[in-house]
């Protein structure tokens, strides 16, 4: 069974840093490509970054580009969200989700994916 592990959540002021970590149990077809979304109460979910293996593939939502780098260990088969110079509308759950392959102009669509993380919590204070 694919299980997903995310770590690195926590409470930060604006302008600080957190590195997000998901570690996957196992590689899969099903686990082609890995993205972080992110919720906050009342707020729909939100694709922030994401990728696919073994290719350069990678998109971020508008908000957070210059400030998030999405990259990954393949040999550890754990996915990375560094996330710098943090803003108080950051403060969401964060996911890790996994998919298939993927079109290059789906990455971020929530609905494709279906392996999920518990989620981890970020909290940007002001």
């Known amino acids: 069974q694919v299980r997903l592990a995310e770590s690195g959540g926590g409470s930060v002021q604006a302008g600080g840093s957190l590195r997000l970590s998901c570690a996957t149990s196992?590689?899969?077809?099903?686990?082609?490509?890995l993205g972080w979304f992110r919720q906050a109460p009342g707020k729909e979910r939100e694709g922030v970054a994401a990728?696919?293996?073994?290719?350069?593939?990678?998109d971020y939502v508008d908000s957070v580009k210059g400030r998030f780098t999405i990259s990954q260990d393949i040999a550890k088969n754990t996915l990375y969200l560094q996330m710098n110079s943090l803003k108080p509308e950051d403060s969401a759950t964060y996911y890790c989700a996994a998919s298939s392959p993927l079109p290059a102009d789906h990455l971020l669509q929530p609905t494709w994916y279906k392996i999920w993380g518990q989620g981890t919590q970020v909290t940007v204070s002001s």
């Open positions: 196992m590689y899969t077809y099903n686990t082609n490509c």
């Open positions: 990728l696919c293996r073994f290719s350069s593939t990678t």
